[in-house]
């Protein structure tokens, strides 16, 4: 099993950018499909980005499409989401996941999962 660490959640601007880190240890991250998800008060975990496990294709939920970007470094066995145009509404918990699955983007097709971080965007 794989582990995951996110990191680089912060308090930030309406308009403004963040990167967040997903750093995983004990298998490598290229043979999985990996995703970020995210999760408000009151309201179920959903999916926001995710790149397949061979690199072909990046995909993405519809409310950040052209504002986020998922890459990956397989060498540093890391995974990124860089967020841009941030709005207030992005305020939510996001979480890193890795699936075994080609593509997946809901949350019963990933197996692990990162602890999260906070991520506000104040208006």
């Known amino acids: 099993q794989v582990q995951l660490v996110e990191s680089g959640g912060a308090l930030v601007q309406a308009g403004g950018s963040l990167r967040l880190s997903c750093a995983a240890s004990?298998?490598?991250?290229?043979?999985?499909?990996m995703g970020w998800f995210r999760q408000s008060p009151g309201k179920e975990r959903e999916f926001v980005a995710g790149?397949?496990?061979?690199?072909?294709?990046?995909y993405y939920a519809d409310f950040v499409k052209g504002r986020f970007t998922i890459s990956r470094d397989n060498a540093k066995n890391t995974v990124y989401l860089q967020m841009n145009s941030l709005k207030p509404e992005d305020t939510a918990v996001y979480y890193c996941?890795?699936?075994?699955?080609?593509?997946?983007?809901?949350?019963?097709?990933?197996?692990?999962w990162g602890q999260g971080t906070q991520v506000t965007v104040s208006s």
């Open positions: 996941a890795a699936s075994v699955s080609t593509y997946s983007d809901s949350v019963d097709r990933f197996q692990s």
């Open positions: 004990g298998r490598t991250l290229s043979s999985y499909t």
């Open positions: 790149t397949a496990w061979n690199r072909r294709y990046t």
